[in-house]
């Protein structure tokens, strides 16, 4: 049976979660773009404002789609790499900086490639779909050295294969070590914060949900409520920038850490 997520946002919600957290050992964390959104990166599919509102995943977020035109592909990652050296962390990625401190455990399992966590100073920070700041080798997957931005056209590595940015595209494995650790902080995990997510792309939308099979709790953040809302035990409603500081500081409240 279902469990009832508790209501929205109030203040008594926000108090119960930061309960929950209190009395736990490990929280895990899955993040997605919506909490990198406050520092001003759009999400993929918010309605107008999501890059795949405007751009076309099988064209730039496919083994394929670099094939046909790699350039094309080099440009528009390159465009964010430029877009993410004018943005800082917001208030949502401190908060879970601060958590560390509040809580024996914190593993902030990320769908995001923009750095932002551990640019705010998260210690333990697990990039499940890769970075936009490193690279590889298309075909032999050498790693490579960093790239200098405002290239038209992708360099090439010295094996002649041409160079690719080290994010995981539709179709791909996720980089396996990264899965690993991911699945085993959920499994440990007593508390899952998922924020910022649309819990639309597997496998890492599953990860939560095994957890709860054996008894974490899981609390959604999220100014909408997604298909993980139906599974969760709470949802806090708003953005990750807000509703975050203020859960830390209800958890300092209950004074019991
Ligand atoms: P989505 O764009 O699918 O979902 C973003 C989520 O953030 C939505 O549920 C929004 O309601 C929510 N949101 C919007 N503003 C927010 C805010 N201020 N605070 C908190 N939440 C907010 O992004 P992801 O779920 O991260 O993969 O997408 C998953 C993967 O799909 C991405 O890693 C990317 C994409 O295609 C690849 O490129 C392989």
Not at 190 to 196: A, E, N, P, T
Request: hydrophobic share 40%; with cysteine; proline share 7%.
């Amino acid at each position: 049976m279902k469990n009832k997520p508790l209501k929205t946002g109030g203040v008594k919600e926000l108090q119960a979660v930061a309960n929950m957290i209190a009395s736990a050992r490990s929280v895990a964390v899955l993040t997605g773009a919506g909490v990198s959104k406050e520092s001003g990166i759009p999400t993929f599919r918010d309605a107008q404002t999501g890059l795949w509102a405007k751009y076309d995943p099988q064209q730039l977020a496919t083994t394929a789609g670099f094939k046909s035109d790699p350039g094309l592909v080099w440009r528009w990652y390159d465009y964010r790499r430029q877009l993410l050296a004018s943005v800082e962390p917001n208030n949502g990625h401190y908060a879970l900086v601060e958590l560390e401190g509040l809580v024996p455990k914190v593993t902030v399992v990320t769908q995001n490639v923009d750095g932002l966590h551990q640019k705010a100073g998260s210690h333990n920070v697990i990039e499940l779909h890769g970075s936009i700041t490193s690279f590889f080798c298309f075909d032999k997957r050498h790693p490579a050295a960093d790239v200098a931005a405002g290239l038209s056209e992708p360099p090439r590595c010295h094996c002649g294969s041409l160079i690719r940015p080290a994010v995981v595209w539709f179709g791909e494995m996720l980089p396996e070590e990264a899965f690993d650790r991911a699945s085993e902080a959920m499994f440990e995990a007593d508390v899952i914060l998922v924020i910022g997510t649309s819990g639309l792309v597997q496998p890492a939308a599953s990860l939560p949900l095994t957890a709860r099979l054996r008894g974490a709790k899981i609390v959604e953040i999220n100014p909408e409520r997604t298909p993980i809302a139906e599974s969760a035990d709470a949802f806090l409603e708003g953005p990750s920038g807000q509703i975050l500081p203020q859960l830390v500081e209800a958890l300092k409240a209950c004074g019991k850490r």
